[in-house]
């Protein structure tokens, strides 16, 4: 995929039941998600998606988990997973986990390994000599940014991240409240009232993204931009917007002092931060080598380190590695692809031909998997393979692969391509300019996932990371279209998508559905009309679609909890049990990687027009979230949450809610206690009704008033306390 700021980190997604990705689908209202997704002109209009039978477990099936994932190749890589345990069949493959910087809430450990290596262009952090005023200045006096740079992807979310982190460690120093530095997506469904936008008493630093925004969110942005501005002290918050090069004219006019061109710096300076300038003697020297890297704004400058740190070894020349690596990063875009393929089409050589296309999807796969992908893909393309008949006449998968080795194009020891990482760019190359190949590529991946059972766990993580990439040039519906026919299942197929399954089988596919359309989430250029599918797909999708939704919305919601929990409440309505059990799963989950107080914050929008159902779904998984905390929960936000639960959830489903507090309670100290059972007291107001609300719920089953019925005594002594404090503020004493 594109190379962003930072580095890159993906999302997770569902499948569509059998009907095919089309622009004519309504757009949501209210919380309405991006706008839809029209197919590319020249593009084949995607087919119907086939169902996939259900097929039996083996121990060939493996699997992605996308719970948690980062964006592919763009604002953050890295890779933390966690393991299913020892359940049904080897491993699913697994969505990208976030410990990283870039996108959504920050986390402040990588953002300081951020401040480490950043390299400030002039008059980002320190003015200018002139009266030209730094970023940083601007952000700290008039606490609104508005950040543009002249190249679309120029670092600019990694400046503004750089910015985030000085005003927090301003913050520490001065002794104020913890500053977070978080990104907010830019979709209809964002509002920037400020009391949605900003919270009390959790001040923070928030990004707004707005390159791709638009014409409808630009102006959105620029009404709201001042009323906005002048609620930033009262939450003691600050605001940057991204702005496209296009449009910083406009809000120069409109709010004049406070844009800011960012900068490109040396971009020497770049390669060395990130390899060490001790390991680069003689670079500075080179004045070809200097011009070329000067060419390039950090992103890419970032992608040609990592080839720099790769290839340099104790008896490399520094010099010579950074002009290979220079000149490999660009290979995609050099003649000299497009010159061995049109050689090979004149040779008539398919299978060279295929075996490349399929090296890039599986890079770093065992030569079998990648010579029976060259298979299937020349088998799309209408080209017999050899007889199967005579398997001792056909090469090995080694020996073909020998043929790529050859012509300098793949590494049978390291199992990828030559140059290293340029699998993505191969891939696209070919969709770019051969559109021929559109349909047959389509096949060949829908295909690919029941045709390989065999792969593994990274096989699978690298085959929805290519097509990813691939989405990026072909559109977002060629993702969204993949993920839909990897997440069908027999069931579905067979109820008119009432049902759906979790046999070991369709997990297996279900994952790289999930790896696929959590990384293309939140992608910037994929982001908007995947969201906007997710959404719709949460409100209207088959079980299929709304298991896979709930699935990626787990791993989304961790950086961006206000967009995944949109999604898991329309979700929490849904009649069929494997759906809310995902959706339970991805609400448990999000507790504990948010944080009681913040996910109660966000959770709290569940109770407007909520359903019956959807208020079983969250007390129940509140009532689990509250069986994991261990330290006492304090904020606004867990009152406002409690007032609404006493004002609008059912008796019984309030009772469930209440005895994980109190057995929450129950296990903290005495002053813990105290200040968990202040925040239930709180929000009776003192009403007798709420105050009964209360009581009733607090209490065992049958119905007791006395304490003393509990077997555990830390819980009988928390629940009277509760009970003497509901006493004290209420004049009435409610029985059952």
Same mark, same amino acid.
């Given at each position: %995929?594109?190379?962003?700021?930072?580095?890159?980190?993906?999302?997770?997604?569902?499948?569509?039941?059998?009907?095919?990705?089309?622009?004519?689908?309504? /757009?949501?209202?209210?919380?309405?998600?991006?706008?839809? %997704?029209?197919?590319?002109?020249?593009?084949?209009?995607?087919?119907?998606?086939?169902?996939?039978?259900?097929?039996?477990?083996?121990?060939?099936?493996?699997?992605?988990?996308?719970?948690?994932?980062?964006?592919?190749?763009?604002?953050?890589?890295?890779?933390?997973?966690?393991?299913?345990?020892?359940?049904?069949?080897?491993?699913?493959?697994?969505?990208?986990?976030?410990?990283?910087?870039?996108?959504?809430?920050?986390?402040?450990? =990588?953002?300081? +390994?951020?401040?480490?290596?950043?390299?400030?262009?002039?008059?980002?952090?320190?003015?200018?000599?002139?009266?030209?005023?730094?970023?940083?200045?601007?952000?700290?006096?008039?606490?609104?940014?508005?950040?543009?740079?002249?190249?679309?992807?120029?670092?600019?979310?990694?400046?503004?991240?750089?910015?985030?982190?000085?005003?927090?460690?301003?913050?520490?120093?001065?002794?104020?409240?913890?500053?977070?530095? +978080?990104?907010?997506?830019?979709?209809?469904?964002?509002?920037?009232?400020?009391? /949605?936008?900003?919270?009390?008493?959790?001040?923070?630093?928030?990004?707004?993204?707005?390159?791709?925004?638009?014409?409808?969110?630009?102006?959105?942005?620029?009404?709201?931009?001042?009323?906005?501005?002048?609620?930033?002290?009262?939450?003691?918050?600050?605001?940057?917007?991204?702005?496209?090069?296009?449009?910083?004219?406009? $809000?120069?006019?409109?709010?004049?002092? +406070?844009?800011?061109?960012?900068?490109?710096?040396?971009?020497?300076?770049?390669?060395?931060?990130?390899?060490?300038?001790?390991?680069?003697?003689?670079?500075?020297?080179? !004045?070809?080598?200097?011009?070329?890297?000067?060419?390039?704004?950090?992103?890419?400058?970032?992608?040609?380190?990592?080839?720099?740190?790769?290839?340099?070894?104790?008896?490399?020349? #520094?010099?010579?590695?950074?002009?290979?690596?220079?000149?490999?990063?660009?290979?995609?875009?050099?003649?000299?692809?497009?010159?061995?393929?049109?050689?090979?089409?004149?040779?008539?050589?398919?299978?060279?031909?295929?075996?490349?296309?399929?090296?890039?999807?599986? /890079?770093?796969?065992?030569?079998?998997?990648?010579?029976? =992908?060259?298979?299937?893909?020349?088998?799309?393309?209408?080209?017999?393979?050899?007889?199967?008949?005579?398997?001792?006449?056909?090469?090995?998968? $080694? !020996?073909?692969?020998?043929?790529?080795?050859?012509?300098?194009?793949?590494?049978?020891?390291?199992?990828?391509?030559?140059?290293?990482?340029?699998?993505?760019?191969?891939?696209?190359?070919? @969709?770019?300019?051969?559109?021929?190949?559109?349909?047959?590529?389509?096949?060949?991946?829908?295909?690919?996932?029941?045709?390989?059972?065999?792969?593994?766990?990274?096989?699978?993580?690298?085959?929805?990371?290519?097509? !990813?990439?691939?989405?990026?040039?072909?559109?977002?519906?060629?993702?969204?279209?993949?993920?839909?026919?990897?997440?069908?299942?027999?069931?579905?197929?067979?109820?008119?998508?009432?049902?759906?399954?979790?046999?070991?089988?369709?997990?297996?596919?279900?994952?790289? *559905?999930?790896?696929?359309?959590?990384?293309?989430?939140?992608?910037?250029?994929?982001?908007?009309?995947?969201?906007?599918?997710?959404?719709?797909?949460?409100?209207?999708?088959?079980?299929?679609?709304?298991?896979?939704?709930?699935?990626?919305?787990?791993?989304?919601?961790?950086?961006?909890?206000?967009?995944?929990?949109?999604?898991?409440?329309?979700? !929490?309505?849904?009649?069929?049990?494997?759906?809310?059990?995902?959706?339970?799963?991805?609400?448990?989950?999000?507790?504990?990687?948010?944080?009681?107080?913040?996910?109660?914050?966000?959770?709290?929008?569940?109770?407007?027009?909520?359903?019956?159902?959807?208020?079983?779904?969250?007390?129940?998984?509140?009532?689990?979230?509250?069986?994991?905390?261990?330290?006492?929960? /304090?904020?606004?936000?867990?009152?406002?949450?409690?007032?609404?639960?006493?004002?609008?959830?059912?008796?019984?489903?309030?009772?469930?809610?209440?005895?994980? @507090?109190?057995?929450? *309670?129950?296990?903290?100290?005495?002053?813990?206690?105290?200040? %968990?059972?202040?925040?239930?007291?709180?929000?009776?107001?003192?009403?007798?009704?709420?105050?009964?609300?209360?009581?009733?719920?607090?209490?065992?089953? #049958?119905?007791?008033?006395?304490?003393?019925? $509990?077997?555990?005594?830390?819980?009988?002594?928390?629940?009277?306390?509760?009970?003497?404090?509901?006493?004290?503020?209420?004049?009435?004493?409610?029985?059952?």
């Amino acid at each position: %995929m594109h190379d962003y700021d930072i580095d890159a980190f993906g999302m997770l997604d569902t499948p569509e039941p059998a009907q095919p990705v089309t622009p004519s689908d309504p /757009e949501p209202e209210d919380d309405v998600v991006g706008a839809s %997704m029209p197919t590319p002109e020249g593009a084949p209009a995607p087919p119907v998606p086939s169902q996939q039978g259900e097929a039996t477990s083996g121990s060939g099936t493996n699997w992605i988990d996308g719970h948690g994932n980062n964006i592919a190749h763009r604002d953050i890589n890295q890779v933390t997973v966690f393991e299913l345990g020892s359940e049904i069949v080897q491993e699913l493959a697994r969505a990208r986990r976030r410990e990283r910087v870039g996108r959504g809430i920050q986390d402040p450990e =990588a953002l300081r +390994r951020l401040a480490d290596k950043y390299v400030a262009p002039d008059r980002l952090l320190e003015s200018s000599e002139g009266d030209e005023e730094s970023a940083l200045r601007i952000l700290e006096t008039r606490r609104v940014l508005l950040l543009w740079a002249r190249e679309r992807d120029g670092g600019q979310l990694a400046a503004a991240s750089r910015l985030g982190y000085e005003l927090s460690e301003h913050a520490r120093r001065r002794r104020h409240a913890p500053l977070i530095v +978080r990104e907010e997506l830019v979709d209809p469904d964002l509002s920037l009232k400020p009391k /949605e936008l900003l919270v009390e008493n959790e001040p923070a630093t928030v990004i707004l993204d707005c390159r791709d925004a638009d014409e409808k969110d630009l102006r959105a942005v620029q009404r709201n931009l001042s009323d906005l501005s002048d609620q930033l002290p009262h939450y003691r918050s600050y605001l940057i917007v991204i702005l496209p090069a296009e449009h910083q004219r406009r $809000f120069e006019d409109s709010f004049p002092g +406070r844009v800011h061109e960012l900068g490109k710096p040396s971009s020497v300076a770049v390669l060395e931060s990130h390899v060490g300038p001790e390991a680069l003697p003689g670079i500075r020297a080179d !004045a070809d080598v200097v011009e070329k890297l000067e060419a390039l704004w950090p992103p890419t400058v970032a992608r040609v380190a990592d080839l720099v740190r790769e290839r340099l070894t104790p008896e490399a020349d #520094p010099v010579e590695v950074v002009r290979a690596a220079l000149d490999d990063e660009t290979v995609g875009q050099s003649d000299k692809l497009r010159g061995v393929i049109e050689e090979k089409q004149q040779d008539k050589d398919a299978e060279w031909l295929s075996l490349l296309l399929a090296s890039s999807v599986l /890079e770093g796969a065992s030569p079998q998997h990648i010579a029976a =992908a060259s298979d299937v893909l020349m088998k799309h393309n209408k080209i017999d393979v050899a007889d199967e008949a005579a398997p001792i006449l056909r090469a090995s998968p $080694f !020996a073909r692969l020998r043929r790529l080795e050859e012509d300098g194009w793949f590494d049978l020891g390291q199992r990828g391509l030559v140059p290293s990482g340029i699998g993505g760019e191969v891939l696209r190359h070919f @969709w770019r300019e051969h559109p021929d190949l559109h349909t047959p590529v389509q096949d060949w991946l829908t295909e690919l996932p029941e045709a390989l059972r065999g792969l593994d766990r990274g096989e699978l993580e690298q085959l929805a990371d290519r097509v !990813a990439d691939l989405a990026v040039e072909g559109g977002a519906w060629l993702a969204l279209y993949l993920a839909a026919n990897w997440a069908g299942t027999k069931a579905g197929e067979n109820s008119g998508g009432q049902r759906t399954s979790t046999a070991p089988a369709d997990r297996s596919r279900r994952s790289i *559905a999930v790896r696929l359309l959590t990384t293309a989430a939140t992608d910037s250029v994929l982001g908007r009309p995947v969201r906007n599918r997710l959404w719709y797909w949460s409100r209207d999708g088959s079980a299929d679609l709304k298991l896979l939704t709930a699935e990626v919305c787990a791993g989304i919601g961790a950086a961006f909890p206000r967009n995944a929990l949109t999604r898991l409440k329309h979700l !929490a309505n849904s009649d069929n049990e494997d759906v809310r059990d995902a959706v339970l799963q991805a609400l448990r989950q999000l507790g504990g990687e948010l944080g009681v107080s913040r996910f109660l914050r966000y959770l709290t929008e569940w109770f407007d027009q909520a359903s019956p159902s959807r208020l079983a779904v969250l007390a129940t998984a509140v009532g689990r979230v509250f069986a994991d905390q261990t330290a006492p929960v /304090e904020g606004d936000a867990v009152e406002l949450f409690w007032r609404h639960a006493v004002t609008n959830l059912p008796l019984e489903d309030l009772g469930v809610v209440v005895k994980s @507090w109190l057995h929450a *309670a129950a296990r903290m100290d005495r002053d813990g206690r105290s200040g %968990m059972i202040e925040l239930l007291v709180r929000a009776t107001e003192g009403k007798p009704l709420h105050i009964s609300h209360v009581q009733y719920a607090s209490q065992p089953r #049958p119905p007791e008033l006395k304490a003393d019925c $509990f077997s555990d005594e830390a819980i009988a002594e928390v629940t009277q306390q509760l009970w003497t404090r509901l006493d004290e503020v209420g004049p009435i004493w409610v029985e059952g």
